[in-house]
Structures are given as structure tokens and as C-alpha cells.
């Protein structure tokens, strides 16, 4: 697999070494190099890039902005990796799900570690579009792959207890795990991923594993040591599930 990518800069040393620890790198494939974001945007609305590596702080259109652009697209976006000599960043790059955050000065090794994440990313989304959008998970790929800072984590379905959505985030309680995992995603887009047969949204800001479920106690479920409280909207649903 190949990845079409642009580097995106306005320091013309960092533009050119990003470009070419690009060409160095035999899985990535540099199909241009800007100077500024308001180029690169101009070549993204006619050419299909898998990868840009993107400078931050830049005159008329910055990084964080150009990606907030690019989120606001329809249809597959190019993923980006952050290269930026200001570390304050970080926290706006992962909201515009970045993939990577490349901190100036980086090596090379530094640099194709993040180009393997983008990799392995990409062979994930592939995967994933191979599946028929209504098929039941096969036996061997019974987990779901959750955000977590700048990686993706592989989560076993038999291993969630319970879901807790705060706002723009989601926290993701596991068997065996003292603490949750903290991902910067939605519940719902987190509850779309789940088979219905074995999770159910209880409330609008948790959602339970049922073969966790050790009790019901009028509009509450037990699990474990935790109680959480059952949504009016969803009281016929999980009534339902009760009563087959």
C-alpha cells in the first residue's frame, strides 16, 4: 500500500526535509509541496491525498485552521500529522483528529514512526469498508479500535463494562483496569460501532455491556459496584430487552 502525501510549510529547510524524509520512505509517495496552506488547498479540492504532514503557524491560513476546513468536507478526508516547533498546540491538534504531532526538531526515526501510524491506519479503514455495513462481526474480530491521545487502540468487545460520554469525550470502563480510557470521540458515534446485541444505551451518557449486567433494581442497573441510572427515553427499549 502506497500513501499519497503533501508537506505543507512555509520555512523552506522544514519543507524540505519533511519532503524528504517523504521520499525516503518506501510506502509514502510525495505528490506536492506548498509553502503555504492556502496552495495546498487549492491542490486538495482537485487531487486525492491520503497524508499531509502540515506546519502550524503560518501566515494567512494556518494549520489548525486549514484542517478544520478539510473536517468540514463530506466525503473520505486526508489525515494529518502536525509538524510544529510550538508544543502548545497539541490539545488543538488532537480536536481536529490529528494522527500524529511531530514536534520540531524531529529525526527520521521520529518521522517514519508517524508515517506508520498512518499506515496501519489506513489498512484499518480499508479493512473496515470490506465489511458490509450490516454483517455481524466475525469471530476473529470481535473489538472495535478506539482513539487514545495519538494512537489507536485496539478494544475487545468481551472486555467493556460500561461507556460514559462526557460531552466531546467518551470514557470506556474495562474489566481488569482500574481506570477508564479517555477517548476524544461522541457516544453516539461510539455506540454506531457496537453490535446492538450486546450493548445498549441506557442513558444519554452511559452504555452498558449487557452480559455485565448483575441486577436491575427499579430504574437502575447494577454492574459490579457501579449503579447507573436508566434515561426515561430509554426505559421501553431496555424493558424489551428484559422481557425476551
Known amino acids: 500500500m502506497t500513501l499519497n502525501c503533501i508537506a505543507v510549510d512555509d520555512e523552506p529547510l522544514a519543507l524540505g526535509l519533511v519532503s524528504l524524509f517523504i521520499e525516503q520512505t518506501p510506502f509514502l509517495n510525495l505528490t506536492g509541496k506548498y509553502s503555504s496552506a492556502v496552495e495546498a488547498l487549492k491542490t ?7 497524508l499531509i504532514f502540515l506546519d502550524i503557524q503560518m501566515p494567512d491560513l494556518n494549520g489548525i ?20 516547533a510550538y508544543n502548545q498546540f497539541a490539545l488543538e491538534g488532537y480536536k481536529v483528529d490529528a494522527l500524529d504531532y511531530l514536534l520540531k526538531p524531529f529525526n527520521y526515526e521520529e518521522f517514519l514512526k508517524a508515517a506508520n501510524k498512518a499506515l496501519a491506519y489506513q489498512q484499518l479503514i480499508i479493512q473496515a469498508e470490506a465489511i458490509p455495513v450490516n454483517a455481524e462481526p466475525r ?4 473489538y472495535v479500535f478506539l482513539r487514545v491521545e495519538y494512537q489507536l487502540i485496539k478494544i475487545n468487545l468481551d472486555d467493556i463494562i460500561y461507556i460514559e460520554g462526557l460531552k466531546d469525550y467518551v470514557k470506556v470502563w ?22 446492538p446485541r450486546r450493548f445498549m444505551r441506557v442513558h444519554r451518557s452511559f452504555i452498558v455491556s449487557l452480559d455485565k449486567i448483575h441486577s436491575v433494581a427499579r430504574n437502575a442497573i447494577q ?5 447507573i441510572a436508566i434515561g426515561d427515553q ?7 430487552f428484559l422481557n425476551q
Not at 486549514?66 to 468540514?72: H, Q, S, T
Not at 469471530?139 to 470481535?142: I, V
Not at 481506570?179 to 461522541?186: D, G, R
Open 44 to 50: 486538495l479540492h482537485t487531487e486525492t491525498v491520503d
Open 174 to 195: 474495562l474489566t481488569g483496569k482500574d481506570k477508564a480510557l479517555l477517548s476524544l470521540t461522541s457516544l453516539k458515534a461510539l455506540e454506531d460501532k457496537l453490535p
Open 65 to 84: 485552521e486549514l484542517a478544520r476546513v478539510l473536517d468540514g468536507r463530506a466525503g473520505r478526508k486526508p489525515r494529518i500529522i502536525f509538524t510544529t
Open 139 to 142: 469471530e476473529e474480530n470481535r
Open 223 to 227: 454492574i459490579g459496584g457501579v449503579y
Open 234 to 240: 430509554y426505559k421501553d427499549t431496555f424493558n424489551n
